[in-house]
């Protein structure tokens, strides 16, 4: 089946610095993907909507400058934490729709661990 | 706007015995309604999913869940539970016309004690 491959996996920053998170379509192309945020013990909030060739729909709230969105290939999207500071402390997971499939069939990535210092 | 609720934050249950984790949703049109479940920091693992047809959706790992339109439920079930099923689960549901956006219920923690 389809994999959504997220890189990397858990990450230390100090705070301050920028943390860049891939995540990659395995075996399709995906023209979309969406980008998630889970607090411990909470759900998933879209944070936003990345579209391949053009610019990422942001959710209400969600800090565009703060959360950059590159979807720059059909296979690649990556989510930069800019000057990351200890409250962007999170989980962070990707997904990613298979264009050639209906749109219920989402496939995520393993998630992103972020913790800042 | 599409909303789910969950309304279990935790469910502890002993091992063996049968289990239901409840998820309404509120939404004006139709919608593919989800079952995903996460184990510690990893991503989510999808468990079944409602499309249309029959009511009763059978997935993976023996859950399965039943769509009833007129209460707006997805309520999942399970008739015996083991230990490695200790994980958060999470309701979802997608609109037909909202481009793939999966809305999440809250989680339910499900705690299968020995």
């Known amino acids: 089946g389809a994999v959504v491959s997220q890189h990397p996996s858990r990450v230390i920053c100090k705070s301050g610095t920028s943390v860049k998170i891939e995540c990659r379509s395995l075996?399709?192309?995906?023209?979309?993907m969406f980008w998630y945020r889970q607090f411990p013990k909470q759900s998933l909030m879209l944070m936003a909507t990345?579209?391949?060739?053009?610019?990422?729909?942001?959710e209400q709230g969600v800090e565009k400058d703060k959360f950059l969105i590159n979807h720059a290939s059909l296979t690649l999207s990556t989510l930069t934490v800019t000057s990351a500071h200890p409250e962007d402390s999170s989980f962070y997971i990707c997904?990613?729709?298979?264009?050639?499939?209906?749109?219920?069939?989402?496939?995520f990535g393993s998630g992103t661990q972020l913790s800042v210092l | 706007a599409q909303s789910v609720t969950q309304l279990d934050s935790q469910v502890p249950v002993f091992e063996e015995a049968p289990v239901e984790l409840r998820c309404n949703y509120s939404?004006?049109?139709?919608?593919?309604l989800f079952w995903y479940v996460q184990y510690p920091n990893q991503g989510l693992q999808l468990l079944l999913k409602?499309?249309?047809?029959?009511?009763l959706v059978k997935g993976i790992n023996g859950f399965e869940a039943e769509f009833n339109k007129s209460q707006t439920s997805f309520h999942l079930r399970k008739p015996s539970v083991h230990i490695s099923d200790t994980a958060e689960y999470f309701c979802?549901?997608?609109?037909?016309?909202?481009?793939?956006?999966?809305?999440f219920g809250q989680g339910t923690e499900l705690s299968v004690k020995p």
């Open positions: 997904s990613a729709r298979d264009p050639l499939t209906t749109n219920e069939k989402l496939f």
């Open positions: 075996d399709f192309q995906a023209t979309t």
């Open positions: 990345s579209n391949e060739g053009s610019k990422a729909t942001y």
């Open positions: 939404s004006s049109v139709s919608v593919y």
């Open positions: 409602y499309l249309s047809g029959s009511t």
């Open positions: 979802a549901a997608l609109s037909y016309n909202q481009g793939g956006k999966l809305i």
